[in-house]
């Protein structure tokens, strides 16, 4: 069972790597739909990851169909302001599962013809949209991926870890 974190034609280099970050934390896949709104060799790509960028298994694909051919061996999640379904509305506890969350690019979101052909597999986080028009995208993948992770208990994840000099002990 893994997790995986797709996003479709990202735009901004910073919200790539901070999901690049989050994916390294939580040994989560991370699939990158092109084409790509900056290069990977972007320096605010860089510093967003810092220094985690050999710790992200990261796979590229030249189009959503490309992607959806990966996909489809697992269960797949399109991550919208649009969904009528809620995030935590789901079970993700099955371990022998694949589970592959897609979010849109940050100014259009995925394309509407897609999501309503996948209407059934739409989720979203609950927010005030009279104030908003929508969470940034790095925060919204953290979320989705560490409530998946707390409903497997964060599987592979060190619940506590002591540091040489921990503040703590």
């Not at 959806?68 to 797949?76: I, P, R």
Request: aromatic letters at 10%; charged letters at 25%.
């Amino acid at each position: 069972m893994t997790n995986h974190i797709a996003l479709f034609e990202p735009l901004i280099p910073a919200n790539t790597g901070n999901i690049a970050r989050t994916c390294a934390a939580t040994n989560t896949h991370l699939h990158l739909i092109e084409p790509l709104g900056f290069k990977t060799d972007d320096k605010h790509l860089k510093r967003a990851g810092l220094d985690y960028w050999n710790d992200v298994n990261i796979t590229y694909h030249a189009n959503l169909e490309a992607f959806l051919e990966v996909s489809k061996e697992g269960e797949l999640f399109l991550v919208s302001k649009f969904a009528n379904r809620t995030y935590s509305e789901v079970d993700y506890t099955d371990t022998e599962k694949d589970y592959y969350f897609l979010f849109g690019k940050e100014t259009t979101g995925l394309p509407e013809e897609f999501m309503r052909a996948h209407e059934d597999e739409c989720i979203r986080l609950p927010m005030n949209d009279e104030h908003v028009r929508s969470l940034n995208l790095s925060n919204t993948a953290a979320i989705m991926i560490y409530e998946v992770m707390r409903q497997q208990s964060f599987n592979g994840l060190e619940l506590q870890h002591h540091y040489e000099n921990d503040k703590i002990d």
